[in-house]
């Protein structure tokens, strides 16, 4: 299963870890979003920071796999340099929800985009820590 989103490998430093979200059922990319230097100030974003955008279609096991995606993000080396976010994207309360993959200017999307294929492979050791920043 690959993304279905037009020009969403336009941006090569995002380009295997949008095939590898592509490999997870159930998530929709909606939008890609990469700030570059002197864009997305307004909205404080930092330079060069990965963001994407993307539904979490249940019935197609997308719950599963955003346990998967937040799960590999505590795999990487710089796991704290990445956030899995929910954001309201209308007005009705019982399907509002999108998420926000975020990756600050230091986050190597290519490394979650590794983590994320070792997990889907059932290798669970990427990381000696636990993810301080998983929880409710």
Wanted: include cysteine; charge should be negative.
């Amino acid at each position: 299963m690959t993304a279905q989103i037009e020009n969403v490998s336009s941006d090569e430093r995002v380009r295997m870890l949008v095939e590898a979200l592509g490999d997870l059922p159930g998530i929709v990319i909606l939008s890609l979003g990469c700030g570059k230097s002197g864009s997305n100030h307004r909205q404080g974003r930092l330079a060069d920071q990965v963001c994407i955008d993307f539904n979490v279609d249940v019935l197609a096991g997308g719950w599963r796999s955003l346990n998967i995606l937040v799960f590999a993000t505590s795999q990487t080396d710089d796991f704290e340099e990445f956030v899995v976010r929910a954001w309201p994207n209308t007005d009705e309360p019982t399907d509002c929800l999108s998420f926000r993959l975020r990756g600050s200017k230091s986050a190597n999307p290519d490394e979650l985009a590794y983590a994320i294929e070792r997990v889907l492979e059932g290798d669970y050791s990427g990381h000696d820590e636990p993810s301080r920043h998983q929880g409710g």
